[in-house]
């Protein structure tokens, strides 16, 4: 889904308690004797009420670094990566990093066999560009109680002319 049905989607606050956006891309992690490639997942605002899910130690991203995006320099890790490049310390907590050609700050670590989506290793903030039309985000959403699938996919989804591949889970 590009950005900018990924914002027009987010406007159905009548509908979702929720949402969020990411996207991935494989990256080299530097900063220990030799480079690694990664999973890293991009994520939009909104994954603290969509997804729930909580660092184990440190903490997730601001709201001024979730604004900023890729350039606020900071990044979540997973436990395993947490255990394996960093040493499972957490004085790994501050340490910075590079990832390709940028340097990056560890505030946290993600919950033990937590990589979602798409195996992540490191997850780092982005910004949705409302101009940006041909972009490439896996959305989830989590619907407000009470909303029926109808009432969901009618407005949020037809309206917007969306073709998308929709997994639904009802809890």
Same mark, same amino acid.
């Given at each position: 889904?590009?950005?900018?049905?990924?914002?027009?989607?987010?406007?159905?606050?009548?509908?979702?308690?929720?949402?969020?956006?990411?996207?991935? =891309? =494989?990256?080299? /992690?530097?900063?220990? *004797?030799?480079?690694?490639?990664?999973?890293?997942?991009? %994520?939009?605002?909104? =994954?603290?009420?969509? /997804?729930?899910?909580?660092?184990?130690?440190? @903490?997730?991203?601001?709201?001024?670094?979730? @604004? #900023?995006?890729?350039?606020?320099?900071?990044?979540?890790?997973?436990?395993?990566?947490?255990?394996?490049?960093?040493?499972?310390?957490?004085? +790994?907590?501050?340490?910075?990093?590079?990832? *390709?050609? #940028?340097?990056?700050?560890?505030?946290?670590?993600?919950?033990?066999?937590?990589?979602?989506?798409?195996?992540? %290793?490191?997850?780092?903030?982005?910004?949705?560009?409302?101009?940006?039309?041909?972009?490439?985000?896996?959305?989830?959403?989590?619907?407000? #109680?009470?909303?029926?699938?109808?009432?969901?996919?009618?407005? +949020?989804?037809?309206?917007? @002319?969306?073709?998308?591949?929709?997994?639904?889970?009802?809890?």
């Amino acid at each position: 889904m590009s950005a900018r049905n990924v914002m027009a989607l987010r406007a159905h606050t009548e509908i979702f308690d929720g949402l969020v956006a990411f996207s991935g =891309n =494989n990256m080299t /992690l530097l900063g220990a *004797d030799v480079p690694e490639r990664v999973s890293v997942a991009f %994520q939009s605002e909104g =994954n603290d009420e969509t /997804l729930a899910i909580t660092p184990v130690i440190g @903490r997730g991203f601001s709201a001024e670094e979730q @604004r #900023r995006g890729l350039d606020s320099g900071v990044a979540l890790a997973s436990y395993a990566l947490w255990q394996s490049h960093f040493g499972g310390s957490r004085d +790994a907590l501050g340490t910075t990093f590079g990832l *390709d050609a #940028r340097e990056m700050t560890l505030i946290g670590v993600l919950p033990q066999g937590y990589a979602f989506p798409y195996d992540a %290793q490191l997850w780092v903030p982005t910004v949705l560009d409302p101009a940006d039309r041909g972009g490439n985000f896996a959305v989830f959403g989590r619907m407000r #109680r009470g909303v029926t699938l109808a009432a969901c996919l009618a407005p +949020a989804l037809s309206a917007m @002319r969306l073709d998308p591949v929709v997994a639904l889970r009802n809890d």
